[in-house]
């Protein structure tokens, strides 16, 4: 990774030239699939070390982003495990990998006890636009993935300014 | 040290996951931005969250600064008895927050 989103930091263009870019973001989306199948995850060297050559499969789980981040400062997210669940194959730990982030891991959410329903909600910073990913880890060693594309159009990893 | 806000139903049904929310007033600071003079501010985010009831942990969080200023989670837990939510959290500069909420089973 390179200055961590320079590409992306609109700062120094100017506000037509923002707006053009933004314009050509919106263009854009109808082409773009909003929520990739797990099957084609992103290549994220902390996910693949995470997965130690284990094979997360596509099914459950929903990691929800909105397609579009006019700020990555903060963006909502929502990950959800489908159940049912038993003790021996509840949800132990959700993981969230970033593609083009400073920081690929972004965060992990562990449930030390069994709870039937699996959802959790944040807000995320985003650097560019990329893909995120979601991976679920079941008590029974199984992994469950879900990726997300968002387009960012103001980069979360500047200041506010 | 930075506070926190928690919402938890007023009356839970006992056995049931129950809605959990917090928010913790934090910078989440970078490390990748700098003040007016131009100097490094350093990285300060919270580093992980753990949420207790009645003493036995039910979540917890590992966090970065991939996460937005502010951090809001929300989560479920199974209902059991009356009692304590207790939160804990920790962020780089070693500074450790706790807030907790009351919460019904009926």
């Known amino acids: 990774m390179t200055k961590p989103g320079s590409r992306f930091c609109s700062r120094t263009l100017k506000p037509r030239r923002r707006w053009l870019q933004s314009g050509a973001a919106l263009a854009l989306l109808p082409w773009i699939p909003g929520h990739a199948a797990a099957d084609e995850l992103p290549q994220i060297p902390a996910m693949t070390a995470f997965l130690a050559g284990r094979k997360p499969v596509s099914e459950r789980v929903r990691l929800t982003l909105p397609q579009l981040a006019d700020n990555g400062q903060t963006v909502p997210m929502k990950v959800s495990v489908d159940g049912p669940f038993t003790p021996a194959t509840r949800v132990t730990a959700i993981n969230l990998f970033s593609e083009a982030n400073p920081v690929p891991e972004m965060a992990q959410f562990d449930f030390p006890v069994y709870v039937e329903r699996i959802e959790v909600e944040s807000r995320v910073r985003l650097a560019a636009s990329q893909k995120i990913v979601a991976v679920a880890t079941l008590a029974d060693g199984a992994l469950l993935a879900s990726a997300a594309e968002v387009i960012v159009t103001i980069a979360g990893c500047m200041d506010g300014t | ?106």
């Not at chain 2, 959290?89 to 019904?104: C, K, Q």
């Open chain 2, 1 to 106: 040290m930075p506070d926190a806000r928690i919402t938890v139903p007023a009356s839970v049904p006992r056995g049931k996951p129950f809605e959990v929310r917090v928010i913790v007033r934090h910078p989440m600071e970078t490390g990748y931005r700098t003040d007016e003079s131009g100097k490094s501010i350093p990285r300060n985010v919270i580093r992980s969250l753990t949420c207790r009831y009645n003493g036995e942990v039910v979540f917890s969080a590992r966090l970065s600064s991939g996460i937005a200023a502010n951090p809001y989670l929300r989560f479920f837990v199974t209902a059991k008895e009356s009692g304590q939510l207790a939160f804990e959290w920790v962020d780089d500069a070693g500074a450790r927050g706790t807030d907790g909420a009351t919460l019904t089973v009926a």
